[in-house]
Every structure is written in C-alpha cells, then in structure tokens.
C-alpha cells in the first residue's frame, strides 16, 4: 500500500495517485478511459449537490457519495490524467492563475 505523507504537497498527491494505480492495477488504463471515468464521476458529483440541495432524485441514486468523496474521486482522476501527460499540477496551476491575475473579470 502505498504511503501517503500527512501533509502532502500536490506532486506528492500525483505520485500516490500512480502508485495506487500501479497497486490496484489500473496503470494501463488509457487517457479516453480516464477521461469518461472522470465524467462519469463529476455526475455522481451532481447528484451529491442535488442530495445536499434538496433536489428530488430517482430511487437509483439514492446511495450516491457524499460531495467530498466525490470530489476526491473527481481529484484523483484528474491528477491521473495528468500523471500521463507527465503535467506537474502544481507549475500547470500557477502557470494558469499568472494567465487569470491578466484576465478581467465581470
């Protein structure tokens, strides 16, 4: 089982995500795999805020995850994704916010 430091910085949540793949067998999944899963898991996401919201669903959604576990699945999917395009999160991510503080908003 892989380790996971108490307080890990996002490259140490990538390298945890890999390693949890190599150990649960999902390493040789494909991009297109990930990304449906992703998709799939951001729905679960939508039925969570409904759940929480007050929002009727059917009887087949009844046992969705709570809105964290959802969005660490969404989480992991992503720094997957990421790990095969070998993307450091955490550059990618202040790459991006240098190219939003330009931005304007409203």
């Given amino acids: 089982m892989p380790n996971l430091p ?3 910085d996002l490259a140490a949540l990538q390298r945890y995500v890999r390693e949890l793949e190599v150990e649960r ?3 040789d999944q494909t ?3 990930k990304c449906l899963m992703l998709g799939e898991e951001a729905g679960e996401l939508f039925k969570a805020v ?3 919201e007050g929002i009727k669903l059917d009887h087949a959604s009844a ?3 709570g809105i ?3 969005l660490v699945d969404i989480f992991i999917f992503v720094c997957s994704i990421a790990n095969k395009y070998a993307i450091d999160l955490e550059d990618a991510f202040r ?3 240098e190219i939003n503080k330009r931005r304007v908003w409203g």
């Fill in 25 to 27: 067998g999902f390493i």
């Fill in 50 to 52: 409904r759940k929480v």
């Fill in 31 to 33: 991009v297109l795999m």
């Fill in 95 to 97: 790459r991006k916010e």
């Fill in 63 to 65: 046992k969705v995850g």
């Fill in 68 to 70: 964290d576990e959802e």
């Fill in 6 to 8: 108490e307080h890990p």
